[in-house]
């Protein structure tokens, strides 16, 4: 972090970070301001509107939030690059990280397929203090806290998450990483969702009978193989980075392509049974061991 420019607030730093060309890693820290001014989070959700036949009045389903991240700040630039921050048309991962002045306890949004949105320029004060208004908009947050004595580490790499969707939300459900497995996200909860078990050896959804997915030495049993996007709710849908691996339904799974046989090495989910790998999905393909669906 020696060569990057973050910004400092009052209580908080904010950095911005390119994408890498294989969309899974992040590449440098950029800016060219020094001081925010303002900073804006504004969360709306996409709205479906229904009107079944005789009802009085249209009823709407929030489907999916997105995030529009608004960022006001004192233009500066660093001797070594005055040409100062361009945005381009390419995807960036926001990092906002501040702390309580009282109990001096660290909190974290990190948004991820940040793309500029607008971005306009004027002067700000009778000194001629000039301001770079940009905003971005984001397709999803992860949200993250610790106490005093643990400061939050920078972002390195592009997550891997588990997002529920369901009737209370769409928001991130599990996070996974390969030395910890499926791990509950910060303050959330398996009652009215879904249990991963850490090892991906079972996924079962909250009031089933059983589990939708568990796997055994030979491969893995589902409860049917979709060759579309499953249109039951609710739904686990496995990101890396912004880019969808899969999606687990009540009804059985789909990923973007599958097959059976010798499992690849490339990042992505694992689920294992017994300790050893038995599934991997990763970004071009979900493959098993062998398959038995049951439905």
């Known amino acids: 972090m020696q060569n990057t420019i973050i910004l400092d607030l009052i209580e908080a730093k904010v950095t911005l970070y390119t994408v890498q060309a294989d969309g899974l890693s992040l590449g440098t820290a950029l800016w060219s301001?020094?001081?925010?001014?303002?900073?804006?989070?504004?969360?709306?959700?996409v709205v479906l509107e229904t009107r079944p036949s005789g009802a009085p009045y249209p009823i709407k389903h929030p489907l999916v939030p997105q995030y529009d991240v608004s960022i006001e700040r004192v233009w500066a630039l660093p001797l070594n690059n005055l040409a100062g921050f361009s945005p381009t048309n390419q995807t960036y991962v926001l990092e906002v990280i501040w702390t309580e002045e009282d109990t001096q306890q660290w909190h974290r949004?990190?948004?991820?397929?940040?793309?500029?949105?607008?971005?306009?320029?004027?002067?700000?004060?009778?000194e001629s203090e000039f301001v770079d208004?940009?905003?971005?908009?984001?397709?999803?947050?992860?949200?993250?806290?610790?106490?005093?004595?643990?400061?939050?580490?920078?972002?390195i790499a592009m997550p891997m998450v588990v997002f529920w969707s369901g009737s209370d939300g769409y928001y991130p459900l599990y996070t996974y990483d390969t030395l910890s497995g499926f791990l509950l996200a910060t303050g959330e909860s398996t009652t009215g969702h879904a249990t991963i078990a850490a090892d991906g050896s079972s996924i079962t959804f909250f009031g089933a009978t059983g589990p939708v997915l568990t796997t055994?030495?030979?491969?893995?049993?589902?409860?049917?193989?979709?060759?579309?996007?499953?249109?039951?709710f609710p739904q686990l849908q496995c990101f890396l980075g912004t880019t969808l691996l899969g999606v687990v339904s009540p009804a059985g799974l789909w990923a973007r392509v599958i097959t059976d046989g010798a499992l690849p090495a490339a990042t992505g989910f694992e689920f294992e049974y017994a300790g050893a790998p038995v599934m991997v999905m990763n970004p071009a393909l979900?493959?098993?061991?062998?398959?038995?669906?049951?439905g």
């Not at 949004?109 to 009778?126: C, D, E, K, M, P």
């Not at 979900?286 to 049951?294: K, V």
């Open 109 to 126: 949004r990190t948004f991820y397929g940040v793309t500029i949105a607008s971005r306009n320029f004027g002067a700000q004060n009778l």
């Open 216 to 232: 055994t030495a030979a491969g893995v049993t589902v409860g049917e193989l979709h060759d579309t996007l499953p249109t039951d």
């Open 286 to 294: 979900c493959t098993a061991l062998a398959w038995t669906a049951t």
């Open 133 to 155: 208004g940009q905003e971005f908009a984001a397709q999803y947050v992860l949200v993250d806290a610790g106490g005093a004595s643990y400061p939050p580490q920078p972002v």
């Open 33 to 45: 301001g020094q001081v925010a001014e303002r900073l804006t989070v504004r969360e709306q959700w």
